[in-house]
């Protein structure tokens, strides 16, 4: 499983983005490669999910086909990362 | 690169608005020559254009733009405001200014950054210090 790390330029936030997921990640024992880049890089890493501010959501639709958008407000909280990577897996079981 | 230079961290009382409070921020980096005067507009149009997602935690917000000819050499300052700071709607007290010169030297420093923000005692105990010293202990022991 691939999951996106999304942010405006992939320099800052986006990073910091990645590292919280990967924690979240390891709690919940899931298995997957994290990789964090920009809104225009996006739709090129083909991934199975895209997690990014609820700001970039309207334009990583566009962006992106058939994406699994996952807003996150505060990019370094663990516990609200923890629910969407949850939602997540749901919506994955459920396809 | 290391985190946080001493000379780059400041504690003041107020700002009156969140412009202020990362003009005052990005001060030392504009005195030592790591940016340019632009690079601070473009943090402002960075917020305007992208929204507010650098509020990373609670309390704490992260300014930085693209890497640009505005940025000389990839540097971090740090400023504490104790009265907190609307930043559309969220109020601030830590501020860490990023200036990357290029989308990798910094990377080792942010990805420890990151572990440090995931613990919510690390900001308020940055914020509730008295001293710049302290502060320097504080991110030393735990950011690294």
Redesign the interface.
């Known amino acids: 499983m691939k999951i996106l790390a999304v942010c405006g330029f992939g320099v800052g936030s986006s990073m910091i983005l990645k590292m919280t997921i990967q924690k979240a990640l390891k709690d919940l024992e899931v298995e997957a490669e994290v990789v964090n880049t920009d809104l225009s890089d996006a739709g090129s890493y083909g991934a199975d999910a895209i997690f990014t501010s609820p700001d970039f959501v309207g334009d990583l639709e566009k962006r992106v086909k058939n994406a699994r958008l996952y807003p996150v407000k505060k990019y370094s909280d663990k516990e609200e990362i923890k629910g969407q990577l949850k939602k997540m897996l749901e919506d994955m079981d459920n396809d | 690169m290391t985190n946080v230079k001493k000379e780059h961290m400041q504690i003041i009382d107020s700002a009156e608005d969140y412009e202020k409070a990362i003009e005052i921020a990005a001060q030392p980096l504009l005195d030592d020559g790591y940016i340019t005067k632009d690079y601070i507009q473009q943090m402002f149009d ?1 917020i305007e ?10 309390k ?1 917000a ?1 300014p ?4 640009s000819e505005a940025v000389k050499k990839t540097g971090l300052s740090l400023l504490v405001v104790k009265e907190a700071v609307d930043l559309k709607d969220n109020p601030v007290n830590l501020f860490i200014v ?1 200036a ?1 010169k290029d ?1 990798t030297t ?2 080792d420093t ?2 420890s ?3 440090f ?2 613990e919510p005692k690390n900001i308020d105990d940055v914020i509730n210090a008295d001293s710049v010293d302290q502060i320097k202990t504080i991110i030393d022991e735990r950011w690294n």
Do not use: C, N, W
């Open positions: 960075t254009k992208f929204g507010t997602y650098i509020v990373l935690a609670d704490f992260l930085h733009a693209r890497p990023l990357a989308s910094h990377q942010l990805a950054l990151a572990e923000l995931m």
